[in-house]
């Protein structure tokens, strides 16, 4: 089992900038790929970013790619987003999540609780 805390989420305006941690905790963190999922209210889960175990490999969503930045420090069992420039359409419960594989889709095995970003126009 992996488990998975979200933080750093809050209230801005459009065009600030937000850090979220996941933290992880259970299995050995550097041997799972991890993502960034969000989830707006009456819409479904959608993927926003992936690293892989090793932070070598990275892939973004069109819709965030050039703002959003993900990251990992596997010393410290954490993967960050750094999300600049925000939008209103940013807003969303933000999940992490981890797999064995480097996944672009939300079929990862682990997830943790969300954290709640809103962005005003």
């Known amino acids: 089992q992996v488990q998975l805390v979200e933080s750093g989420g809050g209230l801005v305006q459009a065009g600030d900038s937000l850090r979220l941690s996941c933290a992880a905790s259970?299995?050995?963190?550097?041997?799972?790929?991890m993502g960034w999922f969000r989830q707006a209210p009456g819409k479904e889960r959608e993927f926003v970013a992936t690293?892989?175990?090793?932070?070598?490999?990275?892939y973004y969503a069109d819709s965030v790619k050039g703002r959003f930045t993900i990251s990992r420090d596997n010393a410290k069992n954490t993967v960050y987003l750094q999300m600049n420039s925000l939008k209103p359409e940013d807003t969303a419960v933000y999940y992490c999540?981890?797999?064995?594989?480097?996944?672009?889709?939300?079929?990862?095995?682990?997830w943790g609780q969300g954290t709640q970003v809103t962005v005003s126009s």
């Open positions: 259970g299995r050995t963190f550097s041997n799972y790929a």
């Open positions: 999540a981890a797999d064995r594989w480097t996944r672009v889709n939300v079929n990862y095995d682990y």
């Open positions: 690293i892989s175990w090793g932070g070598r490999t990275i």
